[in-house]
Antibody, heavy 118, light 107 residues
Framework: EVQLVESGGGLVQPGGSLRLSCAASGFTVSSNFMNWVRQAPGKGLEWVSVLYSDGSTYYADSVKGRFTISRDNSKNTLFLQMNSLRAEDTAVYYC????????????WGQGTLVTVSS | EIVMTQSPATLSVSPGERATLSCRASQSVRSNLAWYQQKPGQAPRLLIYGASTRATGIPARFSGSGSGTEFTLTISSLQSEDFAVYYCQQYNNWPGTFGQGTKVEIK
C-alpha cells in the first residue's frame, strides 16, 4: 500500500528556517517524480517544487532561492528545506507522487502545517 | 501560465441529487485534466484523470467529460461522503495549475 507521511511543520518566525520530511512506503521515492504542493488557509492548491527521478529539481518562482528539495534514498524519504520564511509561506504542505512525470498527482500525504508568524 | 476557473464556487445539493461542476481553462489543455476531491482536514484524492478516466477505486457515480477548454465533473447521485471541495487541475503545461475549487455542500 502506498503511503506518504509528512512531518516537521510548526510555528516559525519570519526569516527562520524549517525542514519538512515525507516518509514514503509501498514504492520507491527515487523512481518517481516527487512534489511538494501547499495550501494556504482557506485557499486553493499551489505547486511548490519537484524532484525528478534523475535528480533534477524545479521550484515555483515564489520559493526559488529559498527552498531546497532533496531525498534520502536509504530512508525512502523526501525533504523540503525552507529558509528565509515569510508570512505568505504559511500553509499546509503536502508531498505528492507523480508516477509518470506528467504533473498528475496520484498519491498525497496528509500534510503538515507551517505557520510563519512573530 | 494556464489559469483554471471553476464554477460555481459553492453548490448546494440534496443527497441523492445530481451535481454538475464546471472547469474552464484559459487555453487548450487537450484532455490533460484531472479532478481531485478534498474533505476537511484531509489530503486531496485523485478522482478523474485524462478528463474522463476514473482513478482506481473511484465509484461509477463520478464521471468527467470535456476537452480543450471546457470540462465537467458530474456526480450522478450525491452520497453523504461526497460533500467536499473539488479541484480541477490541468497537467498539459508544466507545472500544472489548479482551479480555486468548488465546495459541494448539503442543501
Amino acid at each position: 500500500e502506498v503511503q506518504l507521511v509528512e512531518s516537521g511543520g510548526g510555528l516559525v518566525q519570519p526569516g527562520g528556517s524549517l525542514r519538512l520530511s515525507c516518509a514514503a512506503s509501498g514504492f520507491t521515492v527515487s523512481s518517481n517524480f516527487m512534489n511538494w504542493v501547499r495550501q494556504a488557509p482557506g485557499k486553493g492548491l499551489e505547486w511548490v517544487s519537484v524532484l525528478y527521478s534523475d535528480g533534477s529539481t524545479y521550484y515555483a518562482d515564489s520559493v526559488k532561492g529559498r527552498f531546497t528539495i532533496s531525498r534520502d534514498n536509504s530512508k525512502n524519504t523526501l525533504f523540503l528545506q525552507m529558509n528565509s520564511l515569510r508570512a505568505e509561506d504559511t500553509a499546509v504542505y503536502y508531498c505528492a507522487r507523480d508516477s509518470g512525470g506528467t504533473c498528475l498527482y496520484d498519491y498525497w500525504g496528509q500534510g503538515t502545517l507551517v505557520t510563519v508568524s512573530s | 501560465e494556464i489559469v483554471m476557473t471553476q464554477s460555481p464556487a459553492t453548490l448546494s445539493v440534496s443527497p441523492g441529487e445530481r451535481a454538475t461542476l464546471s472547469c474552464r481553462a484559459s487555453q487548450s489543455v487537450r484532455s490533460n485534466l484531472a479532478w481531485y476531491q478534498q474533505k476537511p482536514g484531509q489530503a486531496p484524492r485523485l478522482l478523474i484523470y485524462g478528463a474522463s478516466t476514473r482513478a482506481t477505486g473511484i465509484p461509477a457515480r463520478f464521471s468527467g467529460s470535456g476537452s480543450g477548454t471546457e470540462f465537467t465533473l458530474t456526480i450522478s447521485s450525491l452520497q453523504s461522503e461526497d460533500f467536499a471541495v473539488y479541484y480541477c487541475q490541468q497537467y498539459n503545461n508544466w507545472p500544472g495549475t489548479f482551479g480555486q475549487g468548488t465546495k459541494v455542500e448539503i442543501k
